[in-house]
């Protein structure tokens, strides 16, 4: 199948699905949503073996047999996410808000108090796209950087989806730094995934799972140059599958050493609690991301 042919069986599914599984309630769609997933995990052999090598990686002290356990939770989680995902489009912001608890949220406003804006450093952790609808609704003016999709009708369809709350959505690319900029500018929350493997970006290498891990630096280098707070924060699924939402306090912001020492130092100080809370919800993570797929010697 060319990549043409691929981009668009990929828009139609997305489409369809959003149209049938929105309309039906969770009890029935994320049951779907979880056979697509366990179909994925044995239909696609290159992101499953990603899946197991990284756990290996990741929690060498696990038997096969629990990694594979691992494994599965993680294609059920997305495959869930993939159904709330389609809930979203017709839910309305009280749904959301009865469906995802939400901690902290005071943080982000005490800060913006001091007028700098603030960053919030998060991960591919849980159902991401719900929390970037959650903190919109709770009053956080939210703006996130998201990489522009190589299909056109994707992309429109995955932004409307995303702003449909109130996120505003900058695309990465020349223009996303003076963007975040004027962002943070506004007194508003620049929001930053820095879990993933990113070419063509800012980054520094720090310890992921014990191992050097390539990590966009951005979210760091603008909380120094700009004076303003970082704030982790994640969201996970909890058993009775509801969401919990949680604000984390600001990193201490590095003031000795160089510009550069400072950055890696924040940005390894970022990435040690999204380590954190992979490990306490290790299903609900982008195991199959090639998270060390750039290599030290290879810089």
Partial sequence: MTSRARSFVLYAGLR????????LPLTLSRPIGRTIGRAALGLLPRSRKRIHDHLEIAFPDLDESQRNALARGCARHFGSMLAEVAWMWHAQPQDVEDFCELKGAEIYFEALNEERGAIFATAHCGNWELLSARLPIAGVP?????????DPRLDHLVTAMRSRFGTEIILRGPAAGKQMVRALAGNRV???LIDQDI?????????????PAWTPSGAAMLAIRRRCPVMPGFIHRRPDGTHLAEIHPPLPIPVDGSLEDRVEELTAAATAVIERQIRA???QWVW???RWRTRPEAR
């Avoid at 369809?16 to 309309?23: C, D, I, K, L, P």
């Avoid at 939210?142 to 190589?150: F, K, N, Q, V």
């Fill in 142 to 150: 939210l703006t996130s950087a998201a990489r522009e999709l190589d």
């Fill in 281 to 283: 919800h290790p299903e």
């Fill in 190 to 192: 620049a929001a930053l």
């Fill in 199 to 211: 070419r063509n970006i800012p980054g520094v290498f720090v310890p992921f799972f014990g191992q």
């Fill in 288 to 290: 199959m991301h090639r």
């Fill in 16 to 23: 369809s699905f959003f149209a049938v599984g929105g309309s």
